[in-house]
């Protein structure tokens, strides 16, 4: 069964770093590009960037570079995403997810990562 | 950046009627339109790709149509299980819609 496993909810303070992360299993992971999406509570769904495993090859949404990282450890079937310094305005529920599909849509989800950053 | 506007917000629609989703982008995307369904505290499901292409395992009530900046996703005689809110997605660069909440009365 093609999965992608995040880790677990993350309770962090403004100004601390974080890295979460997501693991595909079931099938070929060096070939598909892995993708990352941001929900803030009670709204929509939004592009962040996507990252193909086999050469790291990155791109991000206008909106989110320079404010994350999304990098991949393809040893381990693992990409992550990443932040240096948190805000509170990066409270969120963040999905990794895969386009297994002749297409760039998503296909495959993650169970996604609920972030909290509060003093 | 494509930005991606869907209408209505809010659809309100009885059991075993039908309801039709638009999705407008602000340039050409040719075909390369995907719809979503998220059920409350769950991951979003893929329904449609290539604008018309349904996923594996999605009902044959869902259906999607369009090209260019116009797109439709229309669900037939809905179920108390559709209701979600429902994204569309340019998958160009990656926007999507602000969703429109389905409702069975």
């Known amino acids: 069964e093609v999965q992608l496993v995040q880790s677990g909810a993350e309770v962090k303070e403004p100004g601390e770093s974080l890295k979460i992360s997501c693991k595909g299993s079931?099938?070929?992971?060096?070939?598909?590009?892995i993708g990352w999406v941001r929900q803030m509570p009670g709204k929509g769904l939004e592009w962040m960037g996507i990252?193909?495993?086999?050469?790291?090859?990155?791109r991000y949404s206008p909106s989110f570079q320079g404010q994350v990282t999304i990098s991949v450890d393809k040893s381990i079937s693992t990409a992550y995403l990443q932040w240096s310094s948190l805000k509170a305005s990066d409270t969120a529920m963040y999905f990794c997810a895969a386009p297994t599909l002749p297409a760039w849509a998503f296909d495959v989800w993650g169970q996604g990562t609920m972030v909290t950053v509060s003093s | 950046e494509i930005v991606m506007t869907q209408s209505p917000a809010t659809l309100s629609v009885s059991p075993g009627e039908g309801a039709t989703l638009s999705c407008r982008a602000s340039?050409?995307?040719?075909?390369?339109l995907a719809w979503y369904q998220q059920r409350p505290g769950q991951a979003p499901r893929l329904l449609i790709y290539?604008?018309?292409t349904r996923a594996n395992g999605i009902p044959a009530r869902f259906s999607g149509s369009g090209s260019g900046t116009e797109f439709t996703l229309t669900i037939s005689s809905l179920q108390s299980e559709d209701s979600a809110v429902y994204y569309c997605q340019q998958y160009n660069e990656g926007t999507f819609g602000q969703g429109t909440k389905v409702e069975i009365k």
């Open positions: 079931g099938y070929s992971f060096n070939t598909y590009w």
């Open positions: 990252i193909y495993p086999g050469d790291s090859d990155t």
């Open positions: 290539g604008a018309s």
């Open positions: 340039q050409s995307v040719n075909n390369n």
